[in-house]
């Protein structure tokens, strides 16, 4: 069984940051890719950042500039810094994570379960 554990959503006003956290839990062997998504309401899920075992980065585009995603993989945990952020941005937030699980082993695909973003403008 593997968890995991979203932190570090809140209420922040246009402009400002916040900084989310997800810790991978379990029987882990490695964890390839690790992300967040986020979906909006009435809108479907989207790619917000992703992070590779080795450190490559893809954003989308309305966030680059803003947003970097960090991994620190002795702690099994991603995170997400959101600087300027924008009313647009408010959303609910999903970490995701590929993890490779052993006996047997085999890759998993695991999602948060989500933390709440609300910027007032």
């Known amino acids: 069984q593997v968890q995991l554990v979203e932190s570090g959503g809140g209420l922040v006003q246009a402009g400002g940051s916040l900084r989310l956290s997800c810790a991978a839990s379990?029987?882990?062997?490695?964890?390839?890719?690790m992300g967040w998504y986020r979906q909006a309401p009435g809108k479907e899920r989207e790619l917000v950042a992703s992070?590779?075992?080795?450190?490559?980065?893809i954003y989308t585009d309305s966030v680059k500039g803003r947003f970097t995603i960090s991994r620190d993989n002795a702690k099994n945990t991603v995170y997400l810094q959101m600087n300027s952020l924008k009313s647009e941005d408010t959303a609910v937030y999903y970490c995701?994570?590929?993890?490779?699980?052993?006996?047997?082993?085999?890759?998993?695909?695991?999602w948060g379960q989500g933390t709440l973003v609300t910027v007032s403008s």
């Open positions: 992070i590779s075992l080795g450190g490559m980065t």
């Open positions: 995701n994570a590929d993890v490779v699980v052993p006996d047997p082993y085999r890759t998993l695909e695991v």
């Open positions: 379990g029987s882990i062997f490695s964890i390839n890719a």
